[in-house]
């Protein structure tokens, strides 16, 4: 059974930092692009980040760019999205995503096929 289970979530103050992590079973990690998503309260869901299955390419929503780079550890069966800069802006559910393979990487969430349940940040002080 495939699954993502998004971890990390939580409460922080304006221009403090979070890292989420996204850990994968049931399928080979290193097959497969994994997106980050969120959406915020009244919000439609909208494309954070993107990594690339190898980890060597990385794309960004304007507006978390210079602020959040994801990674990965495919031997841990990992995705991480380390968030630095955090305004209340970022509020929202995180959700981590997968493709089917061999898809790379896409900012639309209707490419994503797998999808984890969400983890709430909240950034208020």
């Known amino acids: 059974q495939l699954q993502l289970v998004e971890s990390g979530g939580g409460l922080v103050q304006p221009g403090g930092p979070l890292r989420l992590s996204c850990t994968v079973s049931?399928?080979?990690?290193?097959?497969?692009?994994i997106g980050w998503f969120r959406q915020a309260p009244g919000k439609d869901r909208e494309g954070v980040s993107c990594?690339?299955?190898?980890?060597?390419?990385?794309n960004y929503a304007k507006s978390v760019e210079g602020r959040f780079t994801s990674s990965r550890d495919n031997a841990k069966r990992t995705v991480y999205l380390q968030m630095n800069g955090l305004n209340p802006d970022d509020t929202a559910i995180y959700y981590c995503?997968?493709?089917?393979?061999?898809?790379?990487?896409?900012?639309?969430?209707?490419?994503?096929?797998?999808w984890g349940q969400g983890t709430q940040v909240t950034v208020s002080s």
């Open positions: 990594i690339s299955p190898s980890g060597l390419s990385t």
């Open positions: 995503a997968a493709r089917r393979v061999p898809y790379l990487c896409s900012s639309s969430e209707t490419a994503f096929t797998y």
């Open positions: 049931g399928f080979t990690l290193a097959n497969r692009a």
